[in-house]
């Protein structure tokens, strides 16, 4: 049972029971029925918006999660060396840092130069090239 739908019922059972709203107490009882029932839509209309807006929530979710597959590739971050390229005007890379496993992200000048500090733990990580990265 919603809410609405036991407002609607305690406002029917109020009636069954013959009390007169135009009563000093009738007239509480009804107008408190009143505002309970404008409340139980307000809350219904809330729960509307809330799905609509999970839904809107997951639809940008997955967007984003595609763009990471494009930026990042597919959610490898194994090997320390294991070097992606990303097909565009800057060529990004990523690796982990073998002291603390943070994934360190970069371009292809720093790439140039074959070693980079770990912007978490200050260790130097040396890469060396890998074939598709040495062209140009
Ligand atoms: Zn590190």
Partial sequence: MTTAEKVAYLKGLTEGLGIDPEQ???KILTTILDILE?????????AADIAELDEGLDAVSDDLEDVETVLFGDEEEDDE?????????????????????ETVTFDE???AKGSIQCPACGETLEFE???DAEKE
Avoid at 81 to 101: L, S
């Fill in 24 to 26: 000093k107490e009738g």
């Fill in 81 to 101: 060396d294991d070097i992606e390229d990303w097909d565009g005007e800057t060529a990004f890379y990523e690796c982990q840092c073998p002291a603390c496993g």
């Fill in 109 to 111: 000048d720093v790439l």
């Fill in 38 to 46: 404008d409340l139980a839509i307000d809350q219904e209309d809330l």
């Fill in 129 to 131: 090239l890998g074939e």
